[in-house]
């Protein structure tokens, strides 16, 4: 575990949103989460676990496709939640990139260079070289500390499973103090209950981050958001971090999922399998849906899946448009994953 103290000096500026009820008028902000599938870099670092890494297999041009890849991304981040807030998002998790480097071109180009973006990203021991990290608007969000935790888990032949970190960062939204947990569980490529208890060891290690927090913070504002690679109906989930579909059934022990009834619906953001899934979810604690609108409270919850992010033809048809298909070819698409997304309100 890594703790990183920032110390930043940043004019706070509210984001503000017209958005009338009652005659009362709010700030909105849209907090996000996107797995952008494989957002490697074109360098081949010996120094790196970038063997895995699809650009660096094809056998066009590197540089535009890595390019494409980053200005389809930045376009999709650029209008998340922007129909409601008019603006792109506050906070961004990610999920699937390689370095800083990348992160660093992202936030420099057109659709969002102007967005005063800043990021926090820690490598992890990830077999396939790839991390989480989290975009956050400086004028908005003031970081004060940021924690990484390892997951520790092993194969039947005792062999460490080497999997992406958990972000923990604690700031200031609007001098608001919030935790915010970026994840991406182990996959299901090996199958879904071959790998599960891996599934099952990140759950108690979100909880046992959620625990720290609310140790030491009274009734703590957090929001878990990560690709889970589970769906919101698994009971271990549930289980395991307290997890509630249904408002009033959410305690200051537990979390709200409102994701849960997305799936429910027939909603999903990745197709695995054959199956349209909800693994991309994001959760909220009690603080967040207590009906005080003098601190910001959850609003609502959404999947970001307009036209150009869906897979018109082929066998992905319906699903979102990946970028990379069979035999690492490059097919000008976005990520196999649709974004979600949840809007945080205050009255002002």
Same mark, same amino acid.
Do not use: C
């Given at each position: 575990m890594k703790s990183i103290s920032l110390k930043l000096l940043v004019f706070l500026v509210c984001l503000q949103s017209m958005a009338q009820n009652n005659s009362k008028t709010y700030n909105i902000h849209t907090v996000a989460f996107y797995n952008v599938e494989n957002l490697f870099d074109t360098i081949d670092d010996p120094n790196s676990k970038d063997e895995y890494s699809p650009i660096l297999k094809l056998k066009t041009s590197k540089s535009d496709a890595y390019w494409s890849k980053i200005n389809n991304i930045v376009r999709v981040i650029s209008e998340i939640g922007k129909e409601t807030t008019k603006t792109s998002p506050t906070l961004i998790g990610l999920a699937e990139i390689e370095n800083k480097a990348v992160l660093k071109d992202l936030i420099k180009t057109e659709h969002i260079k102007n967005q005063n973006y800043d990021y926090i990203h820690v490598d992890s021991p990830d077999w396939r070289g790839i991390d989480v990290a989290l975009l956050y608007k400086k004028g908005s969000f003031e970081p004060i500390n940021f924690k990484t935790f390892e997951l520790f888990a092993f194969n039947d032949k005792g062999y460490r499973i080497k999997t992406r970190n958990q972000l923990?960062? $604690? @700031?200031?939204? *609007?001098? =608001?103090? +919030?935790?915010?947990?970026? $994840?991406?569980?182990?996959?299901?490529? #090996? @199958?879904?209950?071959? $790998?599960?208890?891996? #599934?099952?060891? /990140?759950? =108690?290690? /979100?909880?046992?981050? +959620? =625990?720290?927090?609310?140790? =030491?913070?009274? #009734?703590?504002?957090?929001?878990?958001? @990560? *690709?889970?690679n589970e769906n919101p109906t698994a009971e271990y989930l549930e289980e395991t971090l307290k997890i509630s579909a249904n408002k009033e059934g959410v305690s200051d022990v537990s979390l709200y999922n409102p994701f849960k009834s997305h799936f429910k619906n027939g909603h999903g953001s990745l197709g695995f399998r054959d199956n349209l899934n909800m693994f991309d979810q994001i959760l909220i604690s009690q603080p967040f849906i207590a009906k005080e609108y003098y601190n910001y409270q959850f609003y609502k919850s959404g999947i970001f899946n307009p036209s150009y992010l869906t897979q018109k033809k082929g066998s992905f048809k319906g699903y979102p448009f990946r970028s990379w298909g069979q035999n690492n070819i490059f097919t000008g698409g976005y990520s196999d994953h649709y974004p979600v997304y949840i809007y945080l309100i205050k009255e002002q």
């Open positions: 923990l960062v $604690t @700031g200031y939204l *609007d001098n =608001e103090l +919030i935790h915010l947990i970026i $994840t991406h569980w182990p996959s299901q490529q #090996r @199958g879904q209950q071959k $790998t599960e208890y891996l #599934r099952v060891k /990140s759950a =108690e290690l /979100s909880a046992q981050i +959620i =625990e720290e927090v609310r140790n =030491e913070f009274k #009734r703590p504002k957090i929001v878990l958001m @990560g *690709d889970l």
